[in-house]
C-alpha cells in the first residue's frame, strides 16, 4: 500500500467533514464583503430582504445578571427567603402543637350561642362575614319569633331580613335559613340531619357550617373547620398549604387525631385572635414559636 503524504491525509480529513458552500468573490467585491453579503441574505428571509434591520445579538455583558448568573447563584440563606419554604410536617412537631395548644386553651367551645342544633345551623350561616358576637345578638330574638324549622320556613323573607339584617348579606342569609329549613321539614321531619352528605344536599349548606354542625352539636367528628384563622394558622404553622379550604381541611386530618379535630379548629381560631393575628402575628411571645417555621410572616411583634 503506498504511503500517504501528510498534505493528502489533510485532504481526506477535509472531505469528510460537512461542507460550507464555498464562497467566492463577486468581481469588484473582497472575499470577506462577499462573506458578510450571503449571512445576510441566508438570515434575510422576512427579516433584512424586506428591509428590517435583523436583531443583534445580545452582548455578554448585557447576558450577565439573566438566566446563567440567576442558575449561578447561591441560594438566599436570609429568614425572610427561609421563612417562605414549605415545610413537611413531621409527627413529633405536630403533636407538640397539639399539646401545647391544649394546654393553652383548655375551655375551648364553639363561639356561636346554641341550645339545639337547628339553632347552630342558623347561627353559622349568618356568622358568614360577621363576627360571633354580633351573631349572638342577633339569635335570641331571631329564635324566640321563629322557635322551629317550620316556622322559620314559612316567615316572609322580609321579615327575617329586618331581624338579621345587622349581620350584612342579609338577603342571602335570609333566603339561606329558610331554605335549608324547608328542606329540614320537607326531607326529615323537622330535625336537622346527622350526616354530612344528609346536611350539605340541604340548600344554602356547604361543608364547613356541616362541619360546625356536627362537631359541635352533635360530637361528631367528620372533618375540620376551615375559616380565616385556621388557613392563616395551618400556613404559618407549616401544616399545610395554600387557601383552598378543602384542601386544608384534608392536609389537616391525617395530622391531627379525629377526636381533636373540632377542638383543634376551636385551638387555631382562639391563638389566630389571641397571638398570631393576620397582620402582626406576636411571634415573640408566642408558646408555639420553636415548634412554628412561621411560613410567610414577614413582620411580627
Ligand atoms: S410563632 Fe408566630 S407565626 Fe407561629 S404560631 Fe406563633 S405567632 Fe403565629
Given at each position: 500500500m503506498p504511503r500517504r503524504s501528510p498534505r493528502s491525509k489533510r485532504k481526506a480529513a477535509a472531505a469528510k467533514l460537512p461542507q460550507s458552500p464555498r464562497v467566492r468573490s463577486a468581481p469588484g467585491k473582497s472575499r470577506k464583503s462577499a462573506t458578510r453579503s450571503t449571512h445576510a441574505t441566508k438570515g434575510a428571509r422576512g427579516t433584512a430582504a424586506a428591509g428590517v434591520k435583523p436583531a443583534r445579538k445580545k452582548s455578554t455583558r448585557a447576558l450577565r445578571g439573566t438566566k446563567s448568573a440567576a442558575a449561578s447563584r447561591p441560594p438566599s440563606k436570609s429568614p425572610q427567603a427561609a421563612r417562605t419554604r414549605s415545610v413537611q410536617p413531621d409527627p413529633v412537631r405536630v403533636r407538640a402543637i397539639v399539646e401545647q395548644l391544649r394546654e393553652l386553651y383548655?375551655?375551648?367551645?364553639?363561639a356561636l350561642d346554641f341550645a339545639t342544633p337547628l339553632q347552630l345551623l342558623v347561627a353559622t350561616i349568618l356568622s358568614a362575614q360577621c363576627t360571633d358576637e354580633r351573631v349572638n345578638k342577633v339569635t335570641p330574638v331571631l329564635f324566640a319569633a321563629y322557635p322551629d324549622a317550620a316556622a322559620l320556613a314559612g316567615a316572609e323573607q322580609e321579615a327575617i331580613e329586618k331581624l338579621i339584617?345587622?349581620?350584612?348579606?342579609f338577603r342571602n342569609k335570609a333566603k339561606a335559613i329558610r331554605e335549608a329549613c324547608a328542606d329540614i321539614v320537607a326531607k326529615h321531619g323537622g330535625q336537622v340531619p346527622r350526616t354530612m352528605d344528609e346536611l350539605t344536599a340541604l340548600?344554602?349548606?356547604?361543608r364547613k357550617t356541616a362541619n360546625v354542625l356536627l362537631g359541635n352539636?352533635?360530637?361528631?367528628?367528620?372533618?375540620v373547620v376551615v375559616d380565616t384563622h385556621v388557613t392563616r394558622l395551618s400556613n404559618r404553622l407549616g401544616l399545610a398549604q395554600g387557601t383552598d379550604a378543602v384542601k386544608i381541611e384534608y392536609a389537616l386530618m391525617p395530622l391531627v387525631p379525629q377526636e381533636l379535630w373540632t377542638l383543634f379548629s376551636h385551638w387555631l381560631i382562639l391563638h389566630g385572635r389571641a397571638?398570631?393575628?393576620?397582620?402582626?402575628?406576636l411571634c415573640s411571645a408566642c408558646p408555639l414559636a420553636s415548634h412554628c417555621p412561621r411560613i410567610g410572616v414577614t413582620v411580627s411583634a
Open positions: 383548655p375551655d375551648a367551645k364553639c339584617h345587622s349581620t350584612g348579606f340548600r344554602g349548606v356547604g352539636a352533635y360530637g361528631i367528628n367528620v372533618g397571638v398570631c393575628n393576620a397582620r402582626k402575628p
